[in-house]
């Protein structure tokens, strides 16, 4: 009887496990959603290099400007093409309703780079959204196929940004911090990602190096 009663304790101690960590990984995926990089690239540009000379109303403006285009627009996108059935959920689970969002999005990361372009923004901003764009296209093409993964793509693209900012000196602060948090956020999405059963390891992984390659890359050639 104690046998049974163990063994039954365990088994929803197990379940309360993968619960909290689900919720924790839908955390994860929502807050750092490849909707919000471009954002969080933004603050980090206007915060955490020397732009930060700039007035707090015009480094917000500015950011907020970014979201508008990069975030909301493709999120209002996603919401429509949900209510009319022609995507299943939020997260474009089905790689096959990949096309239409994703080509809205490098639409917005173009626009986006033409709006910081009229705000005087130095070209390695500007190539930065260029670049999120050129991802997007590539996870595109490669959707067609495989699944990678969007979110670990931008958080790689991120990661090769805030990289290259270090390795130019232009980060305020001990860059090797900077640096750690970003691949650190690469880990925790791919964690996350993982956890719900999205993507496979590999997937995970050619997502990151994909986003981190072509930023970087694109960056160094300025």
């Given at each position: 009887?104690?046998?049974?009663?163990?063994?039954?304790?365990?088994g929803?101690?197990?379940?309360?496990?993968?619960?909290?960590?689900?919720?924790?990984?839908?955390?994860?995926?929502?807050?750092?959603?490849?909707?919000?990089?471009?954002?969080?690239?933004?603050?980090?540009?206007?915060?955490?290099?020397?732009?930060?000379?700039?007035?707090?109303?015009?480094?917000?403006?500015?950011?907020?400007?970014?979201?508008?285009?990069?975030?909301?627009?493709?999120?209002?996108?996603?919401?429509?093409?949900?209510?009319a059935?022609?995507?299943?959920d939020?997260?474009?689970?089905?790689?096959?309703?990949?096309?239409?969002?994703?080509?809205?999005?490098?639409?917005?990361?173009?626009?986006?780079?033409?709006?910081?372009?009229?705000?005087?923004?130095?070209?390695?901003?500007?190539?930065f959204?260029?670049?999120?764009?050129?991802?997007?296209?590539?996870?595109?093409?490669?959707?067609?196929?495989?699944?990678?993964?969007?979110?670990?793509?931008?958080?790689?693209?991120?990661?090769?940004?805030?990289f290259?900012?270090?390795?130019?000196?232009?980060?305020?602060g001990?860059?090797?911090?900077?640096?750690?948090?970003?691949?650190?956020?690469?880990?925790?999405?791919?964690?996350?990602?993982?956890?719900?059963?999205?993507?496979?390891?590999?997937?995970?992984?050619?997502?990151?190096?994909?986003?981190?390659?072509?930023?970087?890359?694109?960056?160094?050639?300025?």
């Open positions: 009887m104690n046998d049974n009663q163990n063994t039954a304790g365990e929803r101690k197990r379940v309360r496990t993968r619960s909290l960590e689900s919720r924790m990984a839908s955390v994860a995926s929502d807050v750092f959603s490849p909707l919000l990089m471009a954002t969080y690239a933004m603050a980090v540009a206007l915060w955490l290099t020397p732009m930060n000379r700039l007035p707090i109303g015009v480094r917000g403006w500015s950011t907020a400007g970014v979201f508008f285009i990069t975030a909301l627009i493709p999120g209002l996108t996603v919401y429509m093409l949900m209510r059935g022609k995507v299943s939020a997260s474009i689970s089905d790689r096959r309703e990949r096309p239409i969002p994703f080509l809205v999005s490098v639409a917005c990361y173009v626009g986006a780079s033409f709006y910081v372009g009229a705000l005087h923004a130095p070209r390695w901003l500007v190539c959204l260029v670049a999120a764009a050129a991802v997007a296209v590539l996870e595109l093409i490669v959707s067609l196929w495989w699944k990678i993964s969007a979110h670990t793509g931008a958080a790689g693209g991120l990661a090769g940004f805030v290259w900012l270090g390795v130019r000196g232009a980060l305020i001990d860059p090797l911090v900077l640096i750690s948090i970003a691949i650190l956020l690469v880990g925790v999405l791919g964690w996350a990602r993982l956890v719900l059963r999205r993507h496979t390891v590999g997937q995970v992984l050619a997502g990151a190096l994909l986003g981190f390659g072509v930023e970087f890359g694109m960056l160094s050639l300025i």
